[in-house]
Structures are given as structure tokens and as C-alpha cells.
């Protein structure tokens, strides 16, 4: 069974893909009264699961009539795609933070399935087995030789 912060992302991408303009402007203590929860455990949902790896631009207003603006990135022209990826990852980069980004080019088609799960395989730390700030380079230069073989891949057609 599903935890609530699944059922909250699962809920907020409904509506996102529901949306024509791809954003979503939602208030956090609605959201909460909704899920009967603490307001707190809408921040989490979305400070986790709706990041820039991930594809998502979130915009937060607090106060009274403070509301949670979150929308989806799409790249329309692939120097731009390619240039903020490649800003993203840096020179050092978490799985969780990779693994959103795998998952950002298999939801915009850019990956396979098959491409994405070799992807995850390949930056996981249990195959990258150095220690932790090494580990985070060595996964950033594994995701950045990825980008570069689909954007040679793009341009190729």
C-alpha cells in the first residue's frame, strides 16, 4: 500500500497533467486538510518530489494567502535542455538527485525504459562502491558522459 506522500505526488501530478499550461497553483493548508495531515508533510512531499532534477520549478508564498506555484519544465530547444542539465549534475551529483534526472529524459522520452534502467544500474552506489564525495563525482561524470552519447544521439537523429 502506498504511503501518503505517495498518494500527495501522485495526486498533484494528476492535476499537473490535467493543467493545459503544465503549472499548478495550489494552497499548502488546503492540500493538508485534504490529505489530513500536517501542513509540514506537504512541504516534504514537495521539497522531494517536485525538484529541478526531477523537472519541476516549484515557487512558494507564505502568509495568509500564500500559495504553492508548481510547474513543469519542458525543453523545447535541446541547448537549453542539454546546457541547464549539464549545469545541474556539476561536478558532483547524489543518486537521488541523478535518478531524478534519468527519470526527467524517460517522462520527456528521451530514454527507453531498457536506457533508463541501465542508467539507474550504472550510478547506483552499491556498484560505485568509493567513498561518498568521489562517489558523487565519479556518478556526476557517469551522467554527463549520458548526456552527451543522447545529445549525439539527438543530433544524429
Same mark, same amino acid.
Given at each position: 500500500?502506498?504511503?501518503?506522500?505517495?498518494?500527495?505526488?501522485?495526486?498533484?501530478?494528476?492535476?499537473?497533467a490535467?493543467?493545459?499550461?503544465?503549472?499548478?497553483?495550489?494552497?499548502?493548508?488546503?492540500?493538508?486538510?485534504?490529505?489530513?495531515?500536517v501542513?509540514?508533510?506537504?512541504?516534504?512531499?514537495?521539497?522531494?518530489?517536485?525538484?529541478?532534477?526531477?523537472?519541476?520549478?516549484?515557487?512558494?508564498?507564505?502568509?495568509?494567502?500564500?500559495?504553492?506555484? +508548481? =510547474?513543469?519544465?519542458?525543453?523545447?530547444? #535541446?541547448?537549453?535542455?542539454? %546546457?541547464?542539465?549539464?549545469?545541474l /549534475?556539476?561536478?558532483?551529483?547524489?543518486?537521488?538527485?541523478?535518478?531524478?534526472?534519468?527519470?526527467?529524459?524517460?517522462?520527456?522520452?528521451?530514454?527507453?525504459?531498457?536506457?533508463?534502467?541501465?542508467?539507474?544500474?550504472? +550510478? =547506483?552506489?552499491?556498484v560505485?562502491?568509493? #567513498?561518498?564525495?568521489?562517489? %558523487?563525482?565519479?556518478?556526476?561524470? /557517469?551522467?554527463?558522459?549520458?548526456?552527451?552519447?543522447?545529445?549525439?544521439?539527438?543530433?544524429?537523429?
Amino acid at each position: 500500500m502506498a504511503n501518503i506522500s505517495d498518494i500527495i505526488e501522485q495526486h498533484i501530478k494528476q492535476i499537473l497533467a490535467q493543467c493545459g499550461d503544465g503549472s499548478l497553483e495550489i494552497q499548502r493548508s488546503e492540500l493538508a486538510k485534504m490529505f489530513q495531515c500536517v501542513p509540514s508533510q506537504i512541504n516534504y512531499v514537495i521539497s522531494t518530489r517536485f525538484t529541478v532534477e526531477q523537472g519541476y520549478h516549484v515557487e512558494s508564498k507564505r502568509g495568509g494567502g500564500g500559495y504553492i506555484r +508548481i =510547474s513543469k519544465i519542458e525543453w523545447t530547444c #535541446p541547448k537549453a535542455w542539454y %546546457d541547464n542539465i549539464v549545469k545541474l /549534475i556539476g561536478g558532483s551529483i547524489t543518486e537521488t538527485a541523478a535518478e531524478g534526472v534519468i527519470e526527467q529524459l524517460y517522462e520527456q522520452d528521451m530514454v527507453t525504459t531498457r536506457e533508463a534502467h541501465l542508467m539507474r544500474a550504472a +550510478i =547506483s552506489r552499491e556498484v560505485i562502491k568509493v #567513498p561518498t564525495p568521489i562517489r %558523487d563525482q565519479l556518478r556526476a561524470n /557517469i551522467m554527463l558522459a549520458f548526456i552527451r552519447s543522447l545529445v549525439v544521439r539527438t543530433e544524429r537523429g
